[in-house]
């Protein structure tokens, strides 16, 4: 796991060479073991390395025995011995033992269609000195991030945090209305806005490709299959399928030099990850797990049963109002811009205490995206099918600030740069998805290229390189993703039964006591906290004198909204204050980074 960044004049932009290796300095939590860099004809490439396989001799950047390729790769390539044995067979030896070290070969092989052969999570870059191309990609469904921007001067630069791209002197710091508009609803950024305005998201599942003299290639080489196709299929056959699938996707993510765990929630998801890793391995893991104060969110009794009953080492630990506020800081200064799901905070703690004990840890991340395990899904599908299909997923989706409140503390000028307001950013990516597709398989669709994506997995992305761990989620093994996708949603959500099929599996593997409670995802308090700890620093922060000057919202409304504090706005404030402390925390850091003038 790595943190990568990179700068190409193509042939006419200015040229930073020690643009990456700064940036790669700022990013040093995603990969404290070592560093290294590549400069040359006006293309310069760096990484950050946190060190899993190939302790000694995998090095990066990494490069084709001829030296004309040149790699730098954040994530981990599960298949890399099978890509060996195939370059192999074409008279491409691989030496070293990093998973890394196949990719200049494999690209020399096939081209810019090496993406398609890769398992695992990846951003990598590769540079092509003969041709003088730079081409960047990212994985299936967006576990690791790039970003990327056009520098003022022409040329392109890249980084795999959104901080660290700010350090190059070429690119601005003016902020995006749409981006706030789609933040204060959904509150996330969604890709391929950041908060920015120069600065992009490369979405899943793309190539990107540069070349001087010639505009810019982008191409998206892999889809979620939400067709619904498979009616036929008996029940026995997808439980069987499910089953070897999952149970290949955890093996091939137990590859580890160093000391590997699994998060522990006690849900069906983290538990069935869990029972079949300790099962492989045939050994105790270490699993982590959080708790609360507050039995209504407190799952620790339930992680506790189930490392009893897997015999692991098992370790908790335990939040409170306090780790809330120290958290909110570090959250948003990994994410680099606004970001409002406090389960962030959880998954903070229970990354710090992870890195107490293992390098690596297993995640049951992604499940609930793939197998109709929201409870939106049931609440859509309980509304019928009166309406347009995005106003009416709009309306279970939205959970930041609600579009009748928006009206009430918007500033004229602020509506009046948006494109139309009130306006439904989900209308685009369901005109992506197959019409034909019943309702909730295009739900799902739209989800795993934007909920799951730019909510989810930016959380674990960010909060787990924050403490230095690399995460792993074997319900995002884009195999399992194929086939689960393909299965009707109406054959996974049956009644007010979540993920029929998952549930089946996991009954060869857990006790009932995990199967048969009611889910619960990772939250924490924040109702209780807004209305006791947390409200002093929450009121304080949207009625100081900055935020009420933003330009944003009316300030007299917004001092009412805040001295109101009605439970039903506890997301809504929650989502304001997050946008608020990420402007101070960003207007602190911009004073704090003159160095990077030195970088011209």
Same mark, same amino acid.
């Given at each position: 796991?790595?943190?990568?960044?990179?700068?190409?004049?193509?042939?006419?932009?200015?040229?930073?060479?020690?643009?990456?290796?700064?940036?790669?300095?700022?990013?040093?939590?995603?990969?404290?073991?070592?560093?290294?860099?590549?400069?040359?004809?006006?293309?310069?490439?760096?990484?950050?390395?946190?060190?899993?396989?190939?302790?000694?001799?995998?090095?990066?950047?990494?490069?084709?025995?001829?030296?004309?390729?040149?790699?730098?790769?954040?994530?981990?390539?599960?298949?890399? +011995?099978?890509? %060996?044995?195939?370059?192999?067979?074409?008279? +491409?030896?691989?030496?070293?033992?990093?998973?890394?070290?196949?990719?200049?070969?494999?690209?020399?092989?096939?081209?810019?269609?090496?993406?398609?052969?890769?398992?695992?999570?990846?951003?990598?870059?590769?540079?092509?000195?003969?041709?003088?191309?730079?081409?960047?990609?990212?994985? %299936?469904?967006?576990?690791?991030?790039?970003?990327?921007?056009?520098?003022?001067?022409?040329?392109?630069?890249?980084?795999?945090?959104?901080?660290?791209?700010?350090?190059?002197?070429?690119?601005?710091?003016?902020?995006?209305?749409?981006?706030?508009?789609?933040?204060?609803?959904? +509150?996330?950024?969604?890709?391929?806005?950041?908060?920015? %305005?120069?600065?992009r998201k490369l979405e899943p599942a793309t190539v990107a490709v540069f070349e001087p003299g010639k505009p810019e290639r982008r191409r998206v080489y892999w889809e979620f299959g939400f067709t619904g196709e498979l009616t036929d299929v008996p029940q026995a056959e997808i439980d069987d399928t499910v089953d070897a699938l999952l149970q290949e996707a955890v093996r091939d993510r137990l590859e580890s030099e160093v000391p590997l765990g699994s998060m522990l929630s006690g849900g069906l998801d983290s538990s069935l990850v869990t029972a079949i890793a300790t099962r492989q391995l045939g050994r105790p893991l270490h699993t982590f797990s959080v708790g609360f104060e507050h039995a209504a969110f407190d799952e620790s009794a339930h992680a506790l049963a189930m490392a009893e009953h897997c015999g692991t080492r098992h370790h908790v630990y335990r939040i409170g109002a306090a780790d809330a506020l120290e958290a909110v800081d570090t959250v948003l200064t990994h994410m680099g811009e606004p970001y409002a799901f406090p389960s962030a905070i959880a998954a903070s703690c229970m990354y710090r205490l992870a890195r107490r004990h293992v390098t690596v840890v297993l995640t049951g991340d992604g499940s609930d995206e793939i197998f109709c395990g929201y409870g939106r899904y049931r609440r859509l599908r309980d509304l019928g099918g009166a309406g347009d299909l995005a106003d009416r997923y709009e309306r279970v989706l939205v959970d930041g600030v609600p579009g009748a409140l928006k009206d009430r503390l918007y500033t004229d000028a602020f509506a009046a740069g948006l494109p139309g307001h009130p306006h439904n950013y989900l209308r685009d990516r369901f005109a992506r998805t197959d019409p034909a597709a019943p309702e909730l398989d295009r739900a799902m669709h739209v989800d795993s290229g934007f909920w799951l994506s730019d909510a989810q997995l930016v959380k674990i992305d960010r909060m787990s390189m924050a403490h230095s761990v690399e995460p792993r989620s074997p319900f995002l093994d884009h195999r399992l993703i194929d086939y689960v996708s393909r299965v009707p949603a109406d054959r996974k959500l049956v009644g007010d039964q979540e993920k029929a099929p998952l549930k089946r599996v996991a009954a060869r593997y857990l006790p009932r006591q995990i199967l048969e409670r009611r889910k619960q995802e990772l939250a924490v308090p924040l109702e209780s906290w807004l209305g006791t700890e947390l409200r002093p620093v929450i009121s304080g922060t949207l009625l100081s004198e900055p935020s009420l000057e933003r330009g944003y919202f009316d300030p007299d409304r917004l001092r009412t909204v805040v001295r109101e504090f009605r439970p039903e706005h506890s997301y809504a404030l929650w989502t304001l204050f997050m946008l608020e402390r990420w402007h101070q925390l960003q207007a602190d850091t911009a004073d704090r980074e003159p160095a990077a003038a030195g970088l011209v």
């Open positions: 796991m790595c943190g990568i960044a990179g700068t190409a004049s193509l042939g006419s932009g200015a040229f930073h060479p020690s643009f990456p290796s700064a940036a790669c300095a700022a990013m040093a939590h995603r990969g404290p073991d070592e560093t290294g860099s590549f400069a040359s004809g006006g293309t310069a490439l760096a990484m950050c390395r946190l060190k899993v396989l190939g302790l000694h001799d995998g090095s990066q950047p990494v490069y084709s025995d001829d030296g004309s390729v040149v790699c730098v790769l954040n994530g981990e390539i599960y298949n890399h +011995r099978e890509l %060996r044995a195939f370059l192999a067979s074409r008279g +491409r030896p691989v030496r070293g033992g990093s998973d890394a070290q196949v990719l200049p070969h494999l690209y020399q092989e096939l081209g810019e269609e090496f993406v398609e052969r890769l398992h695992g999570m990846f951003a990598v870059a590769v540079h092509d000195l003969r041709a003088n191309r730079l081409v960047l990609a990212t994985d %299936r469904v967006g576990k690791k991030p790039l970003f990327l921007a056009a520098p003022a001067g022409g040329g392109v630069a890249f980084a795999s945090e959104l901080p660290a791209l700010l350090l190059h002197p070429g690119i601005g710091r003016e902020t995006d209305p749409v981006a706030i508009d789609q933040y204060l609803s959904y +509150r996330v950024v969604p890709a391929p806005h950041t908060v920015y %305005r120069q600065v």
